[in-house]
């Protein structure tokens, strides 16, 4: 019995000869998001930590300790809020920006001046706090700018009403930011959270004061380590087991010394008990005996004789060890192990620092992006919404973003690098105002004498004659000045150091 093939296997043309069927993609639009975040979130705690002692609100108290008594984090604190000090916001503009988005770019910038404390006061903070805490909670209030607009008077939880000092100095009737009011991670009480665990505010509670809710539509919120969650995920977690275990190292080490200093063995040679006057004179007689000054001595009841005894401390070396690397641990969960490298240890590479400093710089530069992008996703989409009507002419909302720290330029090692590498790369006029202005000791050109450099005025030193183009033999060509030669030569040698010392190719 014969069987028929249904699925006959047809050739290669007549494939191709068969018309295509047309794929259609359907998008339902109105379908809701399914699912949650998976955030270990209940009535508005977030226990994501692994320890229960480091869940929120519980845990402010712990991180503020080690913020203000753990050296190695006040160290970090310090270098984030110098290095903060040095940063500028950056507002991003098309290619062919229009007269508006030029206009809008000074509104952003003048509004960063404008409103209390200025961009400096805004960054120092957050950078102090963030890293720290794993997250930081503005309230961004908005104004008029109008030197003669008053804001309204801000009512406490008593009822009383305190008036607002703040007035614009701006003249232009937009509206902007007139403060970012940090509100201390030590009052927080809950996020208000929607059934999908999203955040939607932050709640406070400030004693005496009630809670009081703050909506994210009216705030700045900036999350470190965790974008997930809104408490981020604060480095702190790992330096608190360290500096726990540093801590009780730290007190060995200081009993051990005490006793390798000399302690006081006192012994009683006849029976019966201590009377309180006997234990009055040992009280004395140590404190006499033990007391750093010349002339100690001590009158013994009787029936009683003492000895100051000391012993070797042998485990000092290495507990002294123990408690160096514990310490470089908690700098390097921050990336700022350099701190130690050389100046903590008795041992370390200066390349090893130059590295690591590279890479605490770096991790800090990445930190300030991840701050400004939130910044601009907030505030900025803010202010875009509340003004765009005052900008028709706008190609697109201009990207707020924030510079970065610069390492210093070694002027010795660049020295004797350029002397290996002269001549190789040409550099214009541009570039060598551009370097001497980064180099910050450095005057810049005169822009108005562009074809001068160390003082030669002649033609542009960069721009040489091409013997294939010209028609003659490379013999044949001009000679260039000794002075503008030497020239050429430091300018190259100061770009391609610039470029190696950046790590371009």
């Known amino acids: 019995m014969s069987r028929k093939n249904h699925n006959p296997i047809k050739s290669f043309s007549e494939l191709a000869a068969a018309p295509k069927q047309e794929t259609q993609v359907r998008i339902l639009l109105n379908q809701p998001e399914k699912g949650t975040s998976g955030l270990k979130e209940w009535a508005g705690f977030i226990s994501e930590a692994y320890n229960q002692q480091l869940f929120w609100p519980g845990v402010s108290d712990i991180y503020s300790r080690l ?3 753990c050296p190695e984090i006040v160290m970090i604190a310090r270098a984030f809020t110098s290095w903060a000090r040095n940063i500028t916001p950056v507002v991003d503009l098309p290619e062919d920006a229009s007269d508006d988005d030029k206009r809008y770019q000074d509104f952003i910038l003048s509004d960063f001046d404008n409103m209390e404390g200025g961009f400096g006061q805004y960054l120092e903070t957050a950078v102090a706090r963030t890293p720290f805490d794993g997250f930081a909670w503005f309230s961004a209030v908005p104004s008029l700018r109008l030197p003669g ?40 009480f809950g ?23 703050l909506p994210l539509k009216d705030s700045l919120h900036h999350q470190f380590g965790d974008p997930n969650n809104p408490e981020g995920n604060s480095p702190l977690q790992a330096v608190w087991r360290l500096e726990r275990i540093k801590f009780g190292l730290e007190v060995i080490q200081g009993i051990g010394f005490e006793h390798s200093a000399g302690y006081l063995n006192v012994q009683k040679t006849e029976t019966g008990t201590l009377s309180d006057t006997d234990k009055q004179n040992i009280a004395d007689a140590a404190r006499a005996i033990l007391t750093a000054q010349e002339g100690n001595y001590a009158a013994w009841p009787y029936g009683i004789t003492g000895e100051v005894k000391d012993i070797s401390f042998s485990s000092a070396a290495s507990l002294l060890e123990a408690i160096k690397h514990y310490s470089i641990l908690m700098l390097s969960v921050y990336m700022m192990q350099f701190i130690a490298l050389n100046t903590m240890t008795n041992t370390g590479a200066q390349a090893s620092q130059v590295d690591s400093t590279n890479m605490g710089v770096f991790t800090f530069n990445s930190m300030l992006d991840g701050f400004a992008k939130q910044y601009d996703d907030q505030i900025g989409k803010r202010l875009y919404k509340w003004n765009k009507d005052s900008f028709p002419g706008m190609t697109c909302r201009p990207k707020i973003k924030f510079s970065h720290v610069r390492n210093n330029l070694d002027m010795g090692a660049l020295g004797s690098f350029l002397n290996s590498i002269s001549g190789i790369v040409p550099l214009g006029n541009d570039d060598m105002k551009a370097l001497r202005k980064e180099a910050g000791w450095m005057p810049e050109n005169n822009p108005e004498d562009d074809d001068i450099i160390n003082g030669v005025k002649g033609p542009n030193l960069t721009t040489t004659p091409d013997a294939g183009a010209a028609g003659y033999a490379p013999e044949d060509m001009p000679e260039q000045k000794t002075e503008q030669t030497d020239a050429q030569a430091t300018a190259d040698m100061i770009r391609m150091a610039k470029n190696v010392y950046r790590g371009r190719k």
Do not use: C, H
């Open 67 to 69: 913020r203000t008594s």
């Open 149 to 188: 607009w008053v804001p309204p008077p801000f009512v406490d939880g008593n009822g009383v009403k305190w008036p607002d000092d703040w007035r614009s100095e701006a003249d232009d009737g937009l509206i902007g930011i007139r403060r970012l009011a940090y509100r201390d991670s030590s009052t927080f």
């Open 191 to 213: 996020w208000d959270m929607n059934g999908q665990k999203r955040v939607q505010g932050f709640i406070q509670q400030d004693f005496p004061y009630g809670q009081v809710t």
